[in-house]
Every structure is written in C-alpha cells, then in structure tokens.
C-alpha cells in the first residue's frame, strides 16, 4: 500500500508557494469558511462589499474585523500545514483554502483603501477599447477579404 503522507519535501514546497509574492493571484475565495466556531459566507460578503458604491466608516469597521479573523485563520492553517501528519490531499485542501484567504484579505484591503473601485473602472476602460480595436479588425478583415465594399 502507497504511503500518501505529505513527505518534509512537498511540506516545505507548498510553505515556500505560500510565502511566495503574488501566490494569491488567480485564488478563488472560498464560498465559506469556519472562523472562531462560526460558518462565514466569505465569497458572498467580499463580492458585496466590493460591488457596493459607498463604503461607510461601519463597512471599514467590519473590514478591519473580517482581515483580522482572516488572518488568524491564516496562521490556522499555516501552521496545521508545518506541524501535522496530513496526507497529500489534505494539505493541497489547506494550501487552498489558505490561498483563498490570502485572496480574500487582498481583496477587502483593496476595498478597503478605494483601489478596487479605480482598477473596475480601469478594466471596463481597457475592455472597452479592445472591443472597439476587434470591430476594427473585423471591418477591415471584412474590406480586405471583399465583404464590405
């Protein structure tokens, strides 16, 4: 019988990914998670939180509380991920979830401090001018080819 026990090697790989710069990019955010012995729907209440036209000095109250339990839930699973026996599915579980988290907490800072909402704005500016430049493409993909004349 193979031994699925996460060896010293792939324990320190996936601790090394976590401390990496950007390794939360591309996460999803888990849809819900376990924090002090409460069930949080943290997927719903970041997506409310950033799709919200005004942040009141409550919501960044609540930001505040919601990266601080975040990050202590970090430190949860980090340091399951250092210490305990788990096997190789059980730690990638971890490693995700901890990825999520991390994503989370970049998220709710960015909410928190007004970039998301410059970033939405920059994306739709970006978006808008590449559909502009593939009808351009297309019109003249369309002359070239005798399509349009």
């Known amino acids: ?9 792939e324990r320190k790989q996936l601790l090394t990914a976590l401390h990496s710069r950007l390794f939360w990019v591309g996460e999803e955010i888990p849809y819900s998670i376990e924090i002090k012995d409460k069930k949080c729907n943290l997927h719903e209440r970041v997506w409310e939180l950033i799709n919200k036209d005004n942040i009141t000095d409550e919501d960044r109250k609540h930001i505040e509380e919601y990266i601080s339990y975040l990050r202590e839930k970090e430190q949860e699973d980090e340091t399951k991920l250092k210490t305990e026996k788990l096997t190789r599915k059980e730690a990638k579980a971890i490693f995700n979830e901890t990825g999520g988290i991390l994503r989370a907490i970049m998220d709710l800072r960015e909410v928190e401090d007004g970039t998301v909402k410059m970033k939405e704005k920059e994306f739709h500016n970006i978006f808008f001018k590449e559909r502009v430049a593939e009808a351009r493409r297309w019109l003249r993909f369309l002359q070239d080819s005798g399509g349009l004349t």
């Open 1 to 9: 019988m193979k031994d699925d026990t996460l060896s010293e090697w």
